[in-house]
């Protein structure tokens, strides 16, 4: 299913998909969080909301039941920072991406680290909150900045000057 996913097959991945949920459910095997993410994220690809946010929730409330606090429970909560960006809701998107980026900085991955601050920082001057924005910012690690690719540049260029743009600067 990840592979259609990846390949934007959505529809074929969710086939697969709730094919394996199925196989799961006869073994009553129960750490499905990694499934229920892909389900999600292909749902809202999809633009099919309400799927997605019901396997992106079950995937959260699987990990937090088994006491996952892989770096995929980043991967969950970007996932619902997105599907909550794309239904208009900023401050819950914004909840969302602040707990992908603490998951993230636990385990010290700097480009991801960068990139979810970008993100949030996005979320927050999305959501009214161009200040928090700027914060997130100025707290991504030196490591993340040392050596930033052209693309990382542009991207951080891009959340500056929209935050700026918000504080009328």
Not at 39 to 45: D, K, P
Not at 66 to 81: F, P, V
Not at 101 to 122: C, H, M, P, T
Not at 134 to 147: G, N, R, T
């Amino acid at each position: 299913g990840e592979l259609y996913f990846a390949n934007n097959e959505n529809r074929k991945a969710i086939q697969v998909l709730m094919q394996a949920l199925a196989a799961y459910d006869s073994l009553e095997y129960q750490a499905l969080q990694g499934v229920y993410v892909i389900l999600g994220r292909a749902y809202r690809v999809e633009t099919d909301y309400g799927q997605a946010l019901f396997y992106l929730l079950k995937a959260l409330k699987t990990a937090h039941a088994l006491g996952d606090s892989s770096i995929l429970l980043c991967n969950i909560n970007h996932a619902l920072g997105e599907l909550y960006t794309s239904i208009d809701r900023s401050d819950l998107a914004v909840k969302y991406a602040e707990a992908a980026l603490e998951v993230a900085r636990q385990y010290a991955n700097e480009n991801d680290v960068f990139f979810l601050s970008v993100n949030l920082a996005i979320k927050c001057d999305r959501n009214g909150q161009p200040e928090q924005g700027l914060e997130v910012l100025a707290s991504i690690p030196e490591p993340s900045m040392s050596s930033l690719s052209e693309a990382k540049k542009v991207l951080l260029g891009e959340a500056y000057l929209g935050i700026y743009l918000s504080l009328g600067q």
